[in-house]
């Protein structure tokens, strides 16, 4: 298994450009999320996922869309990128519905700048 | 979910015990509780969960109080490669519109000193 797996490693935008990430998972997981994290700061939920077809905002959702069309991918996708989502963003996934055994397993991030 | 609160930061010496504590006053009864390190600006890293029962593994032990409103996670012996932000979160399992909110808090920046 690879895991979860999160491209590009890096990326420098201008303002106002659009572009997505990518997270992929091979563990068959029914939950994956978005997490962005800032220098010195923890991690913010952006965005997460129960399911295919299924997504809904965390605590910092403006400025990010998100969709899970299949269990294995879900792409986040920036609009028109902004100096403030200078940061490194982080993909997870967990087993789904009624697991009481789901840590998360976390991609190795991707490390966003925009000028 | 529940929020947690933990310190900022600890210190530890090599080879000591670390003992970081996790406050989660309004847990409530079917969720669990999970503990995560984030090494360098790595991805976070599962260490242990548990839901009223104390565990351990090959990585730490956890100590939940007989309330479930703290917990304790211990690395019995520390070393220099366990200094790193320590998370604490608690989570409902998955189900209708439950779990998947997950909010990770800012951690505890544990030091682990020569």
């Known amino acids: 298994n690879a895991g979860v797996t999160q491209t590009p490693k890096f990326q420098v935008l201008k303002t106002g450009q659009s572009m997505t990430l990518q997270c992929a998972q091979d563990m068959n997981h029914e939950y994956m999320s978005w997490y962005r994290q800032d220098p010195g700061m923890g991690l913010r939920l952006i965005h997460y996922s129960v399911g295919a077809g299924i997504t809904d905002q965390g605590e910092v959702p403006n400025g990010y869309n998100v969709s899970r069309s299949t269990t294995e991918d879900f792409p986040l996708r920036l609009l028109s990128a902004a100096p403030s989502q200078t940061s490194v963003y982080f993909c997870?996934?967990?087993?789904?519905?009624?697991?009481?055994?789901?840590?998360?397993?976390f991609g190795n991030g991707t490390r966003l700048t925009v000028t | 979910d529940a929020k947690t609160t933990q310190p900022p930061s600890m210190d530890c010496a090599e080879g000591r015990a670390a003992n970081l504590p996790c406050n989660h006053s309004?847990?409530?009864?079917?969720?669990?509780v999970y503990w995560y390190r984030q090494i360098h600006s790595q991805g976070p890293q599962y260490i242990i969960h548990g839901l009223k029962n104390n565990e351990t593994n090959e990585m730490a032990s956890l100590i939940i109080t007989e309330d479930r409103k703290s917990s304790t996670l211990i690395l019995p012996h520390a070393t220099l490669r366990d200094t790193a932000v320590y998370y604490c979160i608690v989570r409902v399992p998955l189900g209708g519109n439950q779990g998947g909110k997950l909010i990770f808090g800012q951690g505890t920046e544990l030091s682990v000193k020569p």
């Open positions: 309004t847990i409530s009864g079917n969720e669990y």
């Open positions: 997870a996934s967990s087993y789904g519905v009624g697991s009481y055994n789901s840590p998360l397993h």
